[in-house]
């Protein structure tokens, strides 16, 4: 014994002295493989004190008492705590450190609480690693490290299970443990079934726990809360809570691989047929059908909603036990090919920046500026809520001022695919909702259509000239329409054809209209009117010189320096050649003007073109329109209306003759009923105030009336002039002409009221091209001046009426003022 000792103490020695080598140059790790520290120590370390012992930190491991670990050790720290353990009574402490990344935890980054054990087997590993077997002993709390370094050495304070003679609620809770250990095992748990008839014998209530949360408790942190509980009852109830845990998720796995493992024994089941018919048809002779094969292929790979999925499958089933040769394969596949090339959950990314957007719509639009500000409310909107959801806007206004590009511009604002149908003389409603499968040649309808060509769930959708729908006993599209345009319901949008539901709800819609009041009704409703009003000259020359030339001049091939064109000569080409509220003629204009300097200058006669007023008639010909000032001699009977159409603002001469007769009245061209009624109305309340304005005696029963509007060809209706009319009789019945350069419009009544009109900024624009510099306007129009033009406003003069005697007083007489 004597001997041990004193191997044991040289050993000890060698160690202290940092002799780390052994025989042939040996590391420490080396001797301990060697076992000849381990032959002397076996018997000869009882009197060490084992409150005092060396400490290794464990990282991402823990261990229980009763339990044996395998792990292996490579900081030299953690090598140097096992030989000090070694040399001493084989006793370590070893406690989990709290970050595994840790190279060289502090004593404050380890556990409190570990357990101390005893080293059973050290082997050393390649690489300068040992691998160790310890057996755990009992529960210990660091109280104080001792030392640091070279390795970590800690006073303890040692916990045993002190257990007496097991009562009734511990027996039960015991016998719970076992229980539950072994529906844990039966489930599928990491234990044998030999385990559970073990555990069932231990008749320490702490060691069963401690072996059961070995086996169950997989968390780190749960088995350190086990480790933890000193006290046995709580001890046993905190790992019953987390084997249950354990179990209900062992349970949950076991379930879903069994779904999918269901799923998979039933795809390979469905391929092992489809191989099987396929050999079949080989060798009956059938060609087999690729393409059915690739449409499946595409539908396997792509995310379609439940319902879709379920209806495309069904109908590939049904393509597949169809016999070759039979004519409905060529419908199906044409009906599946239509379900799969739709963009199902295709979203483009938004880029709403306010001031993107603005820069946007002053690039691609001059003027406007009213509409621009409402469109960039309505992103800011969208920009907040991240919906679409809110009113239609309905761009309404002449052709070519600009409706569908500003549709344009707005999804090139939001980063969103563009789409557009025209809905003009639209009228079955099959258009909209398309046909059913059961007819021949059924396709689907236009709004599903634009969604295919858009490419994705959320473009910005332009349904143009909604204002020209019509309907007949096929249905009525704009009802249609109404589910499309709601977003209550358009999340389910069905085709007739697709029979499934389409999410429109991401969709921005847009309309467009040239008469706002050829909309119907319920549909008009759903909207949001933003009216787009004509161009001026000013507004056209400028268009026409940041738009429209470079457009044109690319188009047909010429440079920057092969064509000039002054902005008088753009000026001179709006007013003679074109006369119209938007541009598309001048756009047309110009291209003839493009067309015949891009002949100049390949044949060679030019190498640029630079165009002058003097030239337009040899470029564009005679002038299409010609002022018609008004100065020179004033006839009686003739007044200068005004009126507005779905294409602008237009002057409307009004010419009265009055004759002897039998007081009847003529009206001449194309009159429309409203239009009528305003002439009735006019002459019933001249002749109740004819005593007082000198009318002929003779009328009206002596005097016959033919009120007649010049270019009869052209209908014309509305309430606009009323007053226009009335003025022409009382010209024609005095034989007083009318002042120069004066118009007027407005309702009147048989009481000689002056009602409010429409469209006054487009009739204003019309008469100032026509050289007219006063207007008669009803008063409740006033506030409708602020929509004309500032440079328009300062060259003319505005006269506004409540009632007719105030006309007369301004047409016969020089004005000097309202």
Known sequence: MLAKITWACIARRRLQRGLLTGYNGESAAGRIQRGWVLEVLLGCMQNFN???????????????????????????????????????????????????????????????????????????????????????????????????????????????????????????????????????????????????????????????????????????????????????????????????????????????????????????????????????????????????????????????????????????????????????????????????????????????????????????????????????????????????KGPILCFAGPPGVGKTSIARSIAHAMNRKFVRISLGGTRDEADIRGHR?????????????????????????????????????????AAALLEVLDAEQNSAFRDHYLEVAFDLSQVLFLTTANDIGAIPGPLRDRMEIINLPGYTIEDKVQIAKKHLLPKQMEAHGLQKDMLHIAPAVLRAIADDYTREAGVRQMERQLAAVCRKAARKIAAGEAESVTLRKKDLEEYLGKPVFKRQELTGERLPGLVTGLAWTSYGGDTLPIEVAAMKGTGAVELTGQLGDVMKESAHAAISYIRTIGPAIKIPDEFPKGMDLHIHIPEGAIPKDGPSAGISMATAIVSALTGRPVREHLAMTGEITLLGRVLAVGGIREKVMAAYAQGVREIIMPAENRADIEEVPQSIRDKMTFHFVEHFRQVLDLVFTKAKGE
């Open 50 to 388: 084992v409150n005092n012992m060396p400490m290794l930190a464990l990282r991402g491991l823990m261990i229980f008492p009763h339990m044996v670990l395998n792990f292996d050790v490579g900081r030299d720290k953690s090598i140097a705590a096992l030989e000090a353990a070694m040399l001493e009574d084989q006793s370590i402490y070893l406690a989990m450190q709290k970050d595994i990344k840790d190279e060289d935890p502090a004593p404050d980054q380890i556990h409190s609480i570990g357990t101390v054990a005893k080293i059973k087997q050290i082997l050393k590993m390649p690489g300068d690693v040992v691998r160790v077997m310890v057996e755990g002993i009992c529960r210990a709390r660091a109280i104080q490290f001792v030392e640091t370094e070279p390795f970590l050495r800690v006073e303890l304070e040692i916990y045993e299970d002190v257990e007496g003679e097991p009562d009734i609620q511990r027996q039960a809770m015991m016998r719970l443990l076992c229980d539950r250990f072994a529906e844990f095992v039966s489930a599928g748990g990491k234990a044998s079934a030999e385990t559970v008839e073990t555990l069932r014998e231990i008749e320490s209530a702490g060691q069963l726990a401690d072996v059961i949360a070995a086996s169950t408790v997989a968390r780190l942190e749960q088995r350190q809360d086990v480790l933890e509980a000193l006290d046995i009852d709580l001890r046993m109830e905190r790992v019953y809570e987390y084997m249950q845990r354990e179990l209900e998720l062992l349970r949950l796995e076991q379930r879903v691989q069994s779904r999918m493992k269901r799923q998979i024994d039933k795809n390979q089941k469905e391929f092992y047929l489809r191989e099987q018919i396929k050999a079949i048809r080989k060798e009956l002779g059938e060609n087999e059908s690729e393409q059915t094969d690739e449409l499946a292929e595409r539908a396997r790979k792509m995310a379609l909603p439940q319902e879709v999925r379920e209806k495309v499958d069904k109908e590939l089933g049904r393509l597949g036990r169809m016999a070759p040769g039979t004519p409905e394969i060529s419908q199906l596949q044409t009906y599946i090919e239509w379900v799969l090339d739709l963009p199902w959950g295709v979203y483009t990314d938004d880029d709403i920046r306010l001031q993107k957007a603005q820069k946007v719509l002053d690039a691609e639009h001059y003027g406007l500026q009213k509409v621009k500000e409402r469109i960039v409310e309505h992103l800011a909107v969208h920009q907040l809520t991240r919906s679409v």
């Open 437 to 477: 499968r059961t007819y021949i040649g059924a396709i689907p309808g236009r709004i599903i259509t634009g969604m295919k060509q858009s490419g994705s769930m959320n473009p910005v959708f332009l349904l143009d000239e909604v204002d020209k729908l019509g309907h007949d006993m096929r249905g009525d599209p």
